[in-house]
């Protein structure tokens, strides 16, 4: 795909004026879609444009998600950094800095990009496995996802069950959504999920996910069983209490989304 400079393809959009006049006319409560032609800031900083446009044309499958590059770098030049100067010199003060900064920085901007690179390849072969791992296995659990569980949970689970009780494991049609007590039911039935994620990938006939999940959440579990022992403080704040965070936030996510339907296309034909 052709593109002349980062702003080209920064801001390119799919949907024609046809398209659009299509759509306003056979479903008029479907409500403006800026975010295609909004600027982009996934990123904090971008990289140089000479060096963002040789790492989108080397390891990108399609350059309109070259702001992607700019943001895995910033997050890896941050989180890394901050967790080696809270391993080696652990107080709660610097471990509450880091989650807040690893939070309001990171955390949406993080999940919006492993929601869209589960549906949409980021990376071309040969460098696709070795993104999706980085992103899946690297840096997750560093902001609160277990290692190895995001696209089995998502794309296998939640997108194929469609949300149907109870093959759907994080189905929330067992529960009234304005009630808070089934949300902390809810919430609590996302942390089995841990064990049970794997059991549903292996009744699927998804070895290779099961193991993977299996895999991830024994070195996970390891990982704060040992750092809690060994290394309390840092393991507090890089792996336990994000996780109770990120948890939070996805089930709140899925729980509240479940909530609403639009009375007009409840009652569409």
């Not at 471990?95 to 919006?112: H, S, V």
């Not at 072969?125 to 995001?150: D, E, M, R, T």
Request: hydrophobic letters at 45%; one cysteine or more; aromatic letters at 16%.
């Amino acid at each position: 795909m052709p593109y002349k400079n980062r702003d080209e393809y920064d801001k390119t959009t799919d949907v024609s004026a046809e398209t659009w006049a299509h759509i306003k006319k056979n479903h008029p409560h479907f409500p403006p879609l800026t975010d295609i032609t909004g600027v982009r800031r996934e990123a904090f900083l971008r990289l140089p444009k000479g060096l963002e446009d040789v790492l989108v044309k080397t390891l990108l499958k399609d350059p309109r998600d070259a702001i992607m590059i700019s943001l895995i770098l910033n997050i890896l030049f941050t989180i890394v950094p901050l967790s080696i100067l809270l391993f080696l010199y652990p107080s709660h003060w610097l471990g509450a800095t880091t989650l807040a900064f690893k939070f309001f920085m990171w955390i949406q901007r993080f999940i919006l990009m492993m929601h869209y690179s589960e549906h949409r390849p980021l990376f071309k072969q040969p460098y696709h496995s070795v993104g999706k791992y980085l992103l899946n296995f690297a840096v997750c659990p560093f902001l609160g996802i277990p290692p190895g569980f995001y696209r089995l949970h998502h794309v296998v689970m939640h997108h194929i069950e469609n949300n149907v009780f109870d093959e759907d494991l994080s189905s929330t049609e067992p529960y009234q959504r304005d009630n808070f007590l089934h949300f902390l039911i809810y919430f609590f039935r996302y942390w089995t999920h841990l064990f049970l994620l794997p059991v549903y990938a292996i009744r699927k006939e998804r070895h290779e996910l099961a193991a993977q999940a299996f895999f991830g959440s024994s070195v996970w579990f390891s990982a704060i069983f040992l750092g809690m022992k060994w290394y309390p403080i840092f393991t507090l704040y890089t792996l336990v209490i994000p996780a109770l965070i990120s948890g939070g936030a996805l089930m709140f996510g899925n729980f509240s989304q479940h909530i609403f339907v639009h009375p007009d296309v409840a009652t569409m034909p």
